[in-house]
């Protein structure tokens, strides 16, 4: 069964680069779009973006400027950098997989904190 | 940019039927996903493909897509039920979700 497992640091000091790691276990990462997504407290879900195995990407427009998502299918991992990050940006961070099905498989969801 | 609209809040009494909307321009036409989210945990899909239910999801969520609605049923509804729900969508290469909806059983 495939799992999901982010990590990365809990605290991001404001203008810095939030940067987030996802790893894939028990499956393959072909044919399937890999996302980020992220819950501001108390708040609803928010679609950053995706890579698929191809390294072909799509960002969220709002955030588009600011967002990068990568893969390294050799490593079974995936990436989320956030640039210039502000209080707005403090959220619960999600990797997830889709095939344009629904996401079926969530990480547990890692808590990142924009503060000096 | 594509939207999708959910109301804030749904009340259902337990053992009766929820209803949860989620609308958006010629949605009908779009494949809709559904999600439901429990304090403290990850959203977990319960419908995809507008009707499709994943392995583990009981019979009693069932879901529909028509004209600009979406809808997400719940009958014999339980207290476990209560959480929050998300409706989903492809806009193209974009992925949209609604704003979510607080589903109460009391």
């Known amino acids: 069964q495939v799992q999901l497992q982010e990590s990365g640091p809990g605290v991001v000091k404001p203008s810095e680069t939030l940067s987030l790691t996802c790893s894939v276990s028990?499956?393959?990462?072909?044919?399937?779009?890999w996302s980020w997504i992220r819950q501001p407290p108390g708040k609803g879900l928010e679609w950053i973006g995706y890579?698929?195995?191809?390294?072909?990407?799509k960002y969220n427009p709002s955030l588009e400027s600011r967002v990068t998502v990568s893969i390294d299918t050799s490593k079974n991992q995936f990436f989320l950098q956030v640039r210039s990050v502000t209080a707005a940006d403090t959220a619960v961070y999600y990797c997830?997989?889709?095939?344009?099905?629904?996401?079926?498989?969530w990480g547990q969801g890692i808590l990142v904190n924009v503060s000096s | 940019s594509y939207e999708l609209s959910q109301p804030p809040s749904v009340s259902v009494s337990p053992g009766q039927t929820a209803i949860i909307t989620c609308s958006g321009d010629?949605?009908?036409?779009?494949?809709t996903s559904w999600y439901h989210q429990k304090p403290g945990h990850s959203p977990v899909l319960l419908i995809y493909?507008?009707?499709q239910r994943p392995s583990g999801i009981p019979e009693r969520f069932s879901g529909s897509n028509s004209g600009n609605t979406a809808t997400l049923t719940i009958s014999g509804t339980q207290s476990t039920d209560e959480a929050d729900y998300y409706c989903?969508?492809?806009?193209?290469?974009?992925?949209?979700f609604g704003g979510g909806t607080k589903l109460t059983v009391l």
């Open positions: 989903q969508a492809w806009d193209s290469t974009d992925v949209v």
């Open positions: 010629k949605l009908g036409l779009r494949f």
């Open positions: 028990g499956g393959s990462m072909t044919s399937y779009f």
């Open positions: 997830a997989r889709d095939r344009r099905d629904g996401y079926n498989v």
């Open positions: 493909q507008d009707k």
């Open positions: 890579s698929d195995d191809s390294r072909t990407t």
